[in-house]
């Protein structure tokens, strides 16, 4: 599913459920040792699904740490995102000089519980949501609202080091086409955020200036909602 919504140039793995030759290196064990057993498979799936991700990018595999906000940090010159819930996990790679911020989310195409969309989602999302409801009722178009944000901050957050608020993000889906776009309302940081030694030098001066608009596609089938955003890296 997620091949659908991405380029060519993003290697995805997908589970749909937990495959017993699915291990954690000592390090990511280490982070769920004490967690309940459902939070442990699911850590340990995604994780396989990053390293075989990796391996079909042509990149060695190795463990999968949380960075700085938790966001996952990523080998070499790569980009990734990781996206896992009830039924489903998924992990995206591409190499940074193909892609410059990536993001996937799943979630069960269900609605959101009450009182979510209101907290979540800014007056005109919520007009865009009612429209939709009475044109397209067949889409749970508040839990779809809520994926798209989670992609937009997982794309924004680890290319920039800044927390995302959902009210910082104005999202309008295009029903017809399967597409989104991200209007983002934060302030651009002052300056990206610099990466550990492993990962990407950090930007030179004159580096291109930060989108303030991100583009995404979006499924819905079996019984989930995927989002997606892939910013191409400017030639």
């Known amino acids: 599913m997620l091949q659908r919504i991405l380029p060519h140039c993003v290697a995805v793995a997908e589970a749909r459920d937990d495959p017993p030759e699915a291990r954690l290196y000592p390090e990511e064990a280490a ?5 309940e057993d459902g939070r442990r498979r699911e850590f340990t799936t995604v994780r396989h699904c990053a390293r075989q991700a990796m391996a079909r990018l ?23 995102s990781l996206t896992h819930c009830d039924g489903y996990r998924g992990a995206a790679l591409a190499r940074d000089t193909d ?10 195409h269900a609605p959101l519980p009450p009182g979510i969309l209101e907290a979540i989602a800014l007056p ?8 939709h409801r009475a044109r397209h009722g ?16 997982k794309a924004w957050n680890p290319h920039t080091g800044q927390r995302l608020e959902f009210e910082e993000a104005d999202i309008a889906f295009d029903p ?28 030179p001066t004159g580096a291109p200036a930060l989108p303030d608009r991100l583009d995404g596609r979006w499924t819905v089938d079996e019984g ?9 890296t400017p030639r």
Do not use: C, N
């Open 31 to 35: 982070l769920v040792s004490r967690a």
């Open 138 to 153: 067949a889409v749970h178009w508040d839990r779809l609202l809520f994926s798209a944000k989670e992609a937009v901050y």
């Open 99 to 108: 892609v410059l911020m990536l993001g996937i989310d799943a979630e069960r």
């Open 58 to 80: 042509g990149v060695p595999t190795g463990p999968v740490l949380p960075g700085r906000h938790g966001a996952p940090r990523w080998p070499g010159r790569t980009v990734g």
């Open 176 to 203: 017809d086409a399967g597409t989104f776009t991200a209007r983002l309302l934060a302030p651009p940081p002052a300056q990206l955020l610099a990466p550990p030694p492993a990962q990407l030098p950090a930007p």
């Open 224 to 232: 989930l909602i995927l989002t997606a955003i892939a910013v191409p």
């Open 124 to 131: 005109q999302e919520l007009r865009r949501v009612s429209d």
